[in-house]
């Protein structure tokens, strides 16, 4: 079955910290697809980044970075040098491809805030 | 290029009544899914829409149906509300329903029921 599970209901740091987003996923399929998305209290999910399970290279943007490892079945997300405006909720998902399924299952979300 | 709209923003009723939200894909998008987010949870896959036909459903009763219309954009209907159904209803577009395509969500219709 397919899950995808984050752990850290809720993170406060204080603005320029850096902080950590643990994602974990179960899947039994070999080819699938993980996501990172951000949800300000506006409400929409704002679409962060996208990894097959083909490419474990972590990828950095700004002051965002990912980490994908497959023997942990993990995806973390990592914010350098925190700032008021990361603060929202962010969301982990997953996506299978091989069972014909296009559906993303969603983690429960971390909700992080960042103080002045 | 605008993106994924949905309307109303809100929307409140009653027990018992019937609700149609609506969505206009992302341009070039052809695909539409909806999903359900309750208050600190997750979204929920609701259903995904293509070519004007349901092609995936998740865990929801036939209380909840679509459709899909020529231009892509597509309605979500939900039949005798409950207060359970109170929630945020995302729409995402993506292309090519083949594949895993990435979903752009939209801003999301916030439906009270009471």
């Known amino acids: 079955a397919q899950k995808v599970t984050q752990a850290q209901t809720e993170i406060s740091v204080v603005e320029k910290e850096d902080v950590t987003l643990d994602c974990v996923y179960e899947?039994?399929?070999?080819?699938?697809?993980l996501f990172w998305y951000k949800q300000p209290p506006s409400g929409e999910l704002v679409f962060l980044i996208r990894?097959?399970?083909?490419?474990?290279q972590n990828e950095i943007s700004g002051r965002y970075s990912w980490n994908f490892q497959k023997s942990t079945s993990s995806f973390n997300f990592t914010i350098t040098a925190s700032q008021v405006v990361d603060s929202a909720v962010y969301f982990c998902?997953?996506?299978?491809?091989?069972?014909?399924?296009?559906?993303?299952?969603f983690g429960t979300g971390t909700r992080l805030k960042v103080l002045a | 290029d605008a993106g994924v709209t949905q309307s109303p923003t809100h929307l409140i009723k009653t027990r018992g009544q019937q609700v149609t939200l609506r969505c206009s894909p992302k341009s070039g998008h052809d695909t539409v899914s909806w999903y359900q987010q309750a208050l600190g949870q997750g979204p929920q896959f609701i259903f995904q829409?293509?070519?004007?036909?349901?092609?995936q459903r998740g865990n929801f009763p036939d209380r909840f149906s679509g459709h899909q219309f020529p231009n892509y954009s597509s309605e979500l209907n939900v039949n005798a509300l409950l207060l359970g159904d109170s929630a945020l209803y995302l729409c995402?577009?993506?292309?090519?329903?083949?594949?895993?395509?990435?979903?752009?969500f939209g801003p999301g219709t916030r439906l009270t029921v009471l």
């Open positions: 829409y293509y070519e004007e036909e349901e092609r």
């Open positions: 899947t039994r399929d070999t080819t699938y697809y």
């Open positions: 998902a997953l996506s299978e491809a091989g069972s014909g399924t296009y559906k993303y299952i």
């Open positions: 995402a577009s993506s292309r090519l329903a083949g594949v895993v395509d990435t979903q752009y």
């Open positions: 990894r097959n399970s083909f490419d474990e």
